[in-house]
């Protein structure tokens, strides 16, 4: 037992001077490309063989021959090392340019690699664009009496998308990621990402700024008298009509009744109905119409 206890021991002392000591192997990675430009695609996004002559210890031997083989897979970001086209929709990237990429993706020093070709070659295809808005997804929940003082603003508001013309065709617009909050009673900007409804799409941009301007509400009203024409000569019953909105608190001082402009419709008339409609031509642009009473009035056609 004493024996072959050395023995093991002894073993493995030789085991680990061995694997310390420096070999050259040829070695077979998958290069996958990443960081792919987004007006571009990689048809299939398929992996490529490249070989390497690495001179390193054993025990990183030991590590590309053993493990699983996603061991055996590099990411090349197309962002951090430079390359060229070649002709048409191939492009090349210089072996020298990969191999601080290289070096660090595998864990051994770039001087320790030796590349059986000058030049990886690989194929990028334009893909079509397309101008997209964007819309604010969202599930707010106001506090009692404050709500959205004006539409929420979203930088940038229009995107340009890439992608197959067929998907970017029955493509109208882009929703961000739902936000939701409850209790909403005070403006707030945020980052939102975009929700990409197709994997075949791509955009430069990943997310947009929200800015949402929130306000205090109360109820108004006014009473404005309505407009006739000048022929026929007709007297109203009532002639003027309350009209009831709500308005941002900031804005309450802004707002006369000199403001909005109600008009009696009389495209009805020749028909002699009991009741002609009134119709609000005009209102403050902040000002949000609940309802206007009465929104029917009786008529008299005076005789000249």
Request: charge should be negative; hydrophobic fraction near 40%.
């Amino acid at each position: 037992m004493v024996f072959l206890f050395f023995l093991l021991l002894s073993s493995l002392f030789w085991l680990l001077i061995k694997l310390s000591d420096k070999y050259t192997i040829v070695q077979t990675f998958d290069l996958r490309f990443t960081d792919i430009p987004a007006e571009q695609w990689m048809p299939k996004q398929e992996s490529q063989e490249i070989r390497l002559s690495i001179s390193t210890t054993g025990f990183n031997i030991l590590k590309f021959r053993l493990l699983k083989s996603s061991n055996h897979v590099i990411s090349l970001s197309l962002s951090e090392v430079p390359y060229r086209r070649e002709s048409g929709n191939i492009y090349t990237i210089s072996a020298e340019n990969m191999r601080e990429e290289l070096s660090l993706s595998l864990g051994i020093d770039a001087g320790d690699i030796l590349f059986n070709e000058n030049q990886i070659f690989f194929r990028l295809e334009k893909l079509e664009s397309k101008a997209i808005e964007v819309k604010f997804n969202n599930a707010m929940q106001f506090r009692n009496q404050f709500g959205l003082y004006e539409e929420p603003k979203i930088e940038p508001r229009m995107i340009e998308v890439f992608g197959p013309k067929q998907v970017l065709d029955s493509l109208d617009f882009i929703q961000t990621e739902k936000l939701i909050r409850e209790d909403v009673f005070e403006g707030f900007s945020t980052n939102l990402k975009l929700d990409i409804p197709d994997k075949s799409l791509k955009t430069a941009i990943q997310e947009v700024r929200i800015e949402v301007d929130v306000a205090s509400f109360t109820e108004a009203s006014a009473r404005v008298e309505i407009a006739k024409p000048e022929s026929p000569q007709l007297r109203l019953f009532p002639a003027e009509v309350q009209i009831f909105y709500s308005i941002a608190l900031r804005d309450y001082q802004n707002i006369n009744e000199r403001d909005f402009r109600v008009e009696l419709d009389t495209t009805e008339l020749a028909s002699r109905p009991t009741l002609l409609k009134v119709n609000l031509k005009t209102a403050p642009a902040k000002a949000k119409i609940k309802r206007i009473v009465p929104d029917q009035v009786e008529y008299l056609i005076m005789k000249k």
